[in-house]
């Protein structure tokens, strides 16, 4: 069974830094592409950065310059690093990775999601 576990949400003051991370364990043959979303209160969840097993990225306007994604294939892990937060950045981030089984089976998986929260 493939499982994606978040770390490193926390509370932080306006300008400050916060960097997540996602590790996925299981029977994983592959790693497709691999992002983080995020959904505040009331609103849609929205895709933030993503990221190609080539490392080819792609950031949502609102994070651009501010985020950085980065993943290391060999332990299948993402992770963003998020500077210059702003209280807007405010929501639960949820980890996303296109896996490929070793039963060659692939499917979408999403981890559980990690606050994070901007204090102004």
């Known amino acids: 069974q493939v499982q994606l576990v978040e770390s490193g949400g926390g509370l932080v003051q306006a300008g400050g830094s916060l960097r997540l991370s996602c590790a996925a364990s299981g029977s994983i043959f592959s790693i497709n592409f691999m992002g983080w979303y995020r959904q505040a209160p009331g609103k849609q969840r929205e895709l933030v950065a993503v990221?190609?097993?080539?490392?080819?990225?792609n950031y949502a306007d609102s994070v651009k310059g501010r985020f950085i994604i980065s993943r290391d294939n060999a332990k299948n892990t993402v992770l963003l690093q998020m500077n210059s937060l702003k209280p807007e950045d405010t929501a639960v981030y949820y980890c996303?990775?296109?896996?490929?089984?070793?039963?060659?089976?692939?499917?979408?998986?999403w981890g559980q999601g990690t606050q994070v929260t901007v204090s102004s």
């Open positions: 990221i190609t097993s080539g490392g080819i990225r």
């Open positions: 996303n990775a296109d896996i490929v089984s070793s039963t060659l089976s692939r499917a979408t998986y």
